[in-house]
């Protein structure tokens, strides 16, 4: 097992960081790793929900320190967080057997999860935290080693130190543990492996969002203004999208995910009729409904969640992996998981950048860095954009003393969005070259007369 265990970690490795560099860093992105550049140089953190929790930016500054600020190191984190998935997956095996083996598969050719890990984003540092989280809960439940209680409470911390959808996997945890009184946990109160998570779990989540305990404030906002920003976020449906969106998703790029995950409702259920389902079937079956409950209700719905779905349907598949490879359905999976393979792969080297895709945002173009690097070779250029949506750029001339301003001087070169181009021709400027940095999205180049 462990030789099938370093071969699916070095796939892994190899997916995720084979030409990790060629995609355009994007709009997210570059402010993730502007604001870990800028964390890195001056030391300076303040908690904003808007971009997510502390845990990334404090980490990747770390690393850029170390390493230098490339965006190899940026993307580093994330990919590497999902890699360690797979050694979790791996760990699961005394619970799942061979399951787990299907699990890592999925894991690392699933295309939402694939394409994610390879992007400067908190939610493939999140997954394996909770998996983690898990693992080392049912340790704990098992052994009563305390020691398992500290190591769950760390991951959970990591996991809100991430992000704020944190929070729903803390409540699928907790819930779960208060429905199931049956937990060794409930039958034998620990006040040691209380108070040990306890301090874990603050402990973590207190350095990273009071940075280092050096902002205070940090630790209150992390508890109330995360909740109030994304409650506000889903009352003004921002990002809003149907709700079948990611039914969509699903069956357009995660149909081999979602096949098993079908066929294991149907395992689980004739578990539960027969009152032989385990706890951690029942708990895979909590989180994936509670799961698909969550983020199809939400208004906000974005791609990259698509890996929130995909992560529980591929637990609860791997539970049931020796029913539903058996006999001939192996060569059907098989096949299956050979096509789903195919989508991943073209999607993530091939097709990045086509926000045709479902699966993929309104990722930044290629001439956005052609851009960058024009503004850094030129002399007397300001870029100026009243509503400041200019990024990338600020990343890509981190390093270049160029202003970025919301209000308009006469400079000789003025790199602006194209909707401000036209106040600027009557100013006596003229068009020197036009940009696309988004689908649909242009900046401009002009220059004085």
């Known amino acids: 097992m462990k030789k099938v265990l370093i071969a699916l970690l070095i796939i892994a490795a190899i997916t995720r960081f084979y030409a990790l560099t060629d995609r355009p860093m994007d709009h997210d992105e570059s402010v993730h790793a502007y604001l870990s550049y800028v964390f890195m140089k001056s030391g300076y953190y303040e908690y904003d929900p808007a971009f997510h929790g502390p845990f990334i930016y404090l980490t990747t500054g770390f690393l850029f320190k170390l390493f230098g600020d490339s965006e190899v190191v ?8 999902s890699i360690f998935s797979i050694y979790v997956a791996y760990l699961f095996r005394r619970y799942i057997g061979d399951g787990w083996i299907l699990l890592a598969l999925i894991l690392i050719f699933s295309p939402s999860i694939l394409y994610y890990s390879r992007y400067f984003r908190n939610d493939m540092i999140v997954i394996p935290s909770f998996l983690a989280a898990v693992y080392f809960y049912f340790r704990y439940s098992e052994s009563g080693r305390i020691v398992f209680a500290g190591l769950s409470s760390f991951f959970l ?22 429905l199931k009184r049956k ?3 409930w039958r034998n109160v620990d006040l040691k492996a209380i108070f040990l998570s306890i301090f874990v779990f603050f402990f973590i989540v207190s350095f990273y969002y009071t940075t280092a305990f050096t902002n205070f404030p940090g630790l209150i906002k992390a508890f109330t203004d995360s909740i109030q920003h994304w409650v506000e976020m889903h009352e003004k449906k921002d990002h809003w999208k149907p709700l079948y969106y990611y039914s969509k998703i699903l069956i357009k790029y995660e149909f081999f995910v979602l096949g098993l995950f079908l066929a294991s409702l149907f395992q689980a259920a004739t578990r539960i009729k027969r009152k032989e389902i385990s706890t951690i079937e029942a708990f895979a079956l909590y989180w994936a409904i509670t799961a698909l409950l969550a983020y199809h209700v939400l208004s906000h719905k974005v791609p990259w969640l698509t890996v929130h779905l995909v992560a529980p349907m591929a637990f609860l598949s791997s539970l049931y992996s020796t029913k539903l490879l058996s006999e001939w359905r192996k060569y059907v999976v098989t096949a299956v998981l050979l096509a789903n393979v195919t989508v991943g792969f073209y999607i993530t080297y091939v097709d990045y950048n086509n926000t045709e895709h479902d699966l993929i945002y309104i990722q930044v173009q290629p001439s956005a860095v052609e851009l960058a690097e024009r503004i850094a070779n030129a002399t007397n250029v300001i870029v100026y954009e009243p509503n400041n949506d200019y990024w990338p750029l600020p990343w890509y001339l981190r390093k270049d003393n160029i202003p970025f301003s919301s209000k308009f001087y006469p400079y000789d070169n003025v790199v602006t969005s194209e909707r401000e181009m036209k106040n600027l021709l009557e100013k006596g400027y003229t068009l020197d070259g036009r940009y696309e940095i988004r689908p649909g999205y242009y900046m401009v180049w002009l220059k004085k007369d």
Not at 74 to 81: G, H, S, T
Not at 157 to 177: D, V
């Open 157 to 178: 911390a990591l996991m809100i130190c991430s992000k704020e959808n944190g929070f729903i996997y803390l409540g699928t945890l907790l819930s779960f543990i208060l």
């Open 74 to 81: 940026a993307r580093a984190l994330v990919a590497i967080f």
């Open 183 to 185: 937990f060794v946990f």
